[in-house]
């Protein structure tokens, strides 16, 4: 072989490993030390104040991070507004009421003081779930950055996101379909831990269950009739009732007792432990461990936030999370 074939057969080579490098790209935990060493007390800073006006607005941003994540990866797709061939997700059915976009706003405009056009929305999403999750008692995880933006939503996409009113098999499906197995799906539902639910998102539960004249059998009975005061049948769907009903606002393990005790709030709550299946001993292992289950959602969600991602040159980095730059 002639030595110029060599090379030109070294260079292929070389090409190729930087594409097949590029199309693997991996998160990091150090990806803005140099370009925006302060991004994460940057963040603390405007969430630690939104949790004085809103002590929902943890529960609210690990929401919008999990929509994000199912629909086209964690891309900050769901943030975007609807414009000129934008077809906003957030008016999708799924969107089931997802809130905080003003906060994520914000923690944007003050990165972009600090370190314009550096730190991706998605990535927001990202550090602000781990800072308030750890606020609000919750463990602390090393979260893996280096997101883009995309350029586009995807509003027909958001049919991927898990609907309450699936049953265990649907809902391990659609964990299934993004890489997430039901060790994650168990630990990931202790994210109803904290936060609130809307009476239409559960109150088929609570009369005529499956057209069967009575409640959702796995209800407890006091437990029911707490629920049948906070949403009336025929009444109004919009009200609010705690995911945890033990301790609401705290980032804990009790989300896992109630499902043993029958009181979980969505169907899809309380299918983890009264369907027969894998996910039952997961949650006994969770209720009976706290650090057990802080241990897996750390790794869950670093799983859940690995969901396809825009790195290197894919995307953009938004200077407005609501519209593409
Ligand atoms: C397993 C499938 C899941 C289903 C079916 C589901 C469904 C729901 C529903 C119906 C609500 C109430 C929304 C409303 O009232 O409009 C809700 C709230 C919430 N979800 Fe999930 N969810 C799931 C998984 C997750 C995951 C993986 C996370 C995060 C890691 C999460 C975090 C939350 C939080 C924190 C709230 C409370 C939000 C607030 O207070 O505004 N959920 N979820
Ligand atoms: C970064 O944070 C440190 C300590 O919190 C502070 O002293 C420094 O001025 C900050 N740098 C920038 C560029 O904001
Ligand atoms: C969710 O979608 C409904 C319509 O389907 C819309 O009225 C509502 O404003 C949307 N929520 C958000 C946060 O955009
Ligand atoms: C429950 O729903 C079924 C099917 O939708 C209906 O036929 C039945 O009349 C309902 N029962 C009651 C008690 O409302």
Redo the contacts with the bound molecule.
Sequence with gaps: MSSSLISIVAAIILVTICVLENSNAQLSSTFYTTTCPNVTSVVRGVVEQAQQNDIRIGAKLIRVHFHDCFVNGCDGSIMLDNADGIDSEKDAVPNQSTDGYDVVDDIKTALENVCPGVVSCADILAIASQILVSANGGPTWEVQLGRRDSRTANRAGTTAIPSPFENLEQITKKFSDVGLDSTDLVALSGAHTFGRARCVTFVHRL??FS???NPDPTIDTAYLETLRQICPNGGNGGTLADLDQSTRDGFDNNYFTNLQNKRGLLQTDQELFSTSGDTVAIVNRFANSQSDFFDSFDQSMINMGNIRPLTGSDGEIRSDCKRVN
Excluded: D, H, I, V
């Design positions: 009369y005529n057209g069967s004249g």
